[in-house]
DNA sequence: GCGCGGCTACTCGGATATAAACTGTCCGAGTAGCACTGG
DNA sequence: CCAGTGCTACTCGGACAGTTTATATCCGAGTAGCCGCGC
């Protein structure tokens, strides 16, 4: 039961990808380069992030990764889940129903299962506290402590400052 | 991310041994019979439970796994830290302190990464939940939705009926 | 001089290895009861 | 008949394989700009 890096790397990389503030696409290369990630394994670990419509992707020379909304229209739910996928993390596998119960009218286990309930209130939870924190409000955190986060990011990537 | 099956086993694993009803031990084989589970297997993940302090184990000939303490007493929360270990699923690698910042000092680094900062707040949130769910309550609900069931699992497995 | 075509450099995307974790099995240490033996 | 002793059957506990998942890498498809060529 652990969170994949990726959930990690693809929220930093948003997280950048707003700071630069460029228009243009940036490419795995720089993004990796920013936190000293293995850029091939990056562009892997960004890619399901396109196919949930948080980024958009170019190819080509001048390609790229681009923000596909703001900051303030993504959660951290919206990562968590295009990453690792829309699953649960407790998956009921009913085993209830099997050994001595196998031979139980199927009308009795209609009733949900106990334990399956209160794991996934106690799930559901967390998918709520996480779906109430937009990236926006992440970002803005971070540079509450740390002032001037986004002039440096803009003079360490050589896009203008505003 | 996702939570291994031992915990739902060992969640039912408690409710059954409750249900039974005896002050002997229960041996692997009997528990496993009543969900069709390996034997072998389901021992080892009843281990950990034991070394958390839910189940008590005794060896040798009518040895076998009890209880260590009442339903009300134990916790959701508390079977999922003994099979999935203490560690948050989320695991930050302070991967803001790599890359382009590799050179700042650390005292920039003071302040808690924002991003950690979020993810665990809302598994804070998932762990309180399931805190607050005792055994004993899974099991009035599971009561609840099919009567009668304390006295099936006796019969089942021949202790006698209060 | 100017437009056009090919070419190179660079990028994402997915196919392919490697490492780790989970799942499953097996055998040894240890215990409780039983059978046998001797008094 | 009864106590003591050895033995057997059965249990947990940890050591040992098999399988799925996560991590990391590499190469091909495709694009944008550039260079050279022809008009």
Redesign the pocket.
Known sequence: ??I???VEWAAHCCLLLDWMGVDE?V???KLAAGYGL?P??L??Q??PL?KAGILT?????????RLARSLADITLMDVLTAIEGPAEAFQCAEIRQNGVWADEPASVFRAPCAIDTAMRAAELEWRRALAAQTLAAVQANAELQAPGLRAQVRDWYGTPRP
Chains 1, 2 share one sequence.
């Open positions: 039961m652990r994949s890096e990726g696409p490419s795995t290369a293995p091939a394994y562009n892997k960004l890619q396109v992707s170019t190819a080509g020379k001048k390609g790229g990764f």
